[in-house]
């Protein structure tokens, strides 16, 4: 029925879960749009949350300013 991630393994995203949440991270590390990330609108605002209070909490980084991920040269 539905194509969100969260949906279809019936758990709610955690700011814990970093191996998941940063599925929904751009190379850049920005939190990807709805249309690209295919959740739902309640696990998409969920996984935003999280995103940003990982990011708080120093699990998540806030850009992948110069390192290799990125295809920056430092
Ligand atoms: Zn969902």
């Known amino acids: 029925m539905t194509d969100c991630f969260y949906c279809a ?3 709610d995203p955690s700011f ?3 191996v998941n949440l940063q599925k929904f ?3 850049r590390k920005k939190i990807t749009t709805a ?3 295919q959740l739902c609108a309640k696990h998409q605002r969920k996984t935003a949350k ?3 209070y ?3 909490l ?3 980084p806030y850009t992948a300013y110069q390192t290799d991920k990125a295809g920056i040269e430092s």
């Open 54 to 56: 990982a990011r708080f």
């Open 9 to 11: 393994h019936k758990v």
């Open 35 to 37: 249309e690209r990330s």
């Open 50 to 52: 999280a995103v940003k």
């Open 25 to 27: 991270l751009t190379a």
């Open 58 to 60: 120093a699990l998540l």
């Open 16 to 18: 814990e879960d970093t």
